[in-house]
Nanobody
Framework: QVRLVESGGGLVQAGGSLTLSCVAS????????MAWYRQAPGQERELVAR???????NYADSVKGRFTISRDNARNTVFLQMNSLKPEDTAVYYC????????WGQGTQVTVSS
């Protein structure tokens, strides 16, 4: 049984930075794909960034050049470094892990003030 726990969310001013972390526990397997999604009020949940086990990454156009996804396979942890934050980045951010399975964290709130 996989458990994903996010941390690092909070309140930050526009132009500031935050780093989100997600640690996976309860599984002996590493994940081929890990990703960050976000959901703002009244919006659909959207893919922010994903990283494959070999290190290949993809980013949403809205965050490309500002956010960086990385992973520490030895610690079963994935990170999202967020720089130059904008008010439109405000959302609940969710960690996702796939292959094996499809697991989700509980989410962490990121609020960017103007």
């Amino acid at each position: 049984q996989v458990r994903l726990v996010e941390s690092g969310g909070g309140l930050v001013q526009a132009g500031g930075s935050l780093t989100l972390s997600c640690v996976a526990s309860g599984s002996a397997s590493s994940f081929k794909l890990m990703a960050w999604y976000r959901q703002a009020p009244g919006q659909e949940r959207e893919l922010v960034a994903r990283i494959f086990s070999g290190g290949t990454t993809n980013y949403a156009d809205s965050v490309k050049g500002r956010f960086t996804i990385s992973r520490d396979n030895a610690r079963n942890t994935v990170f999202l470094q967020m720089n130059s934050l904008k008010p439109e980045d405000t959302a609940v951010y969710y960690c996702n892990a796939n292959f094996p399975g499809n697991s989700w964290g509980q989410g962490t709130q990121v609020t960017v003030s103007s």
